[in-house]
């Protein structure tokens, strides 16, 4: 019975794990994209809904503080990764959280599911969504001194 010789299934070997990391890749960048819609949705739909009264079940707005923070801590791990992303995406991740903030007074006042779940997870303090309650309201801008690419980072004084 002939069987390959060892080389040939050496090249065989790396020419399946290429296509691993390839379906890794697509899968990654699969995953990044719905949690980027999934995150765009409830910033800009659902959220909004339970603010101006058109939702009003107080136990679903828990879990869809407990969705946003998930999808922004997956959103935060891809961006830590350095997973290829398109400005486009970036783009849109600092409109969504621009957004976020801006209406964290409101969420606020519904519900005080942030810092219970701020209690559970313990995240670190750059993860600034778990902090709203912390965050002081100030006027948001791009600041060009502090990032060659433009680039702004919510900052949020925590005590120490």
């Known amino acids: 019975m002939w069987s390959p010789n060892p080389a040939y299934r050496c090249l065989q070997g790396i020419k399946n794990w290429s296509a691993a990391i390839s379906l890794n890749e697509k899968m990654k960048d699969q995953k990044f994209h719905q949690t980027l819609e999934n995150y765009r949705c409830a910033v800009t739909q659902i959220l909004p809904a339970y ?34 992303l398109m400005q486009t995406d970036l783009d849109q991740i600092d409109r969504l959280d621009q957004q976020l903030l801006e209406m964290k007074d409101d969420l606020l006042g519904l519900t005080s599911a942030y810092t219970v779940f701020r209690q559970q997870v313990r995240p670190p303090r750059n993860h600034w969504w778990y902090y709203l309650d912390k965050i002081v309201s100030a006027p948001l801008t791009p600041s060009p001194e ?6 702004w980072l919510p900052l949020a004084p925590l005590p120490a």
């Open 51 to 84: 603010i101006s009264g058109r939702f009003t079940n107080l136990e679903a707005l828990t879990g869809e503080i407990a969705l946003v923070l998930d999808n922004r801590d997956t959103l935060a791990e891809a961006l830590a990764e350095s997973f290829r």
């Open 146 to 151: 502090l990032s060659p690419t433009n680039y």
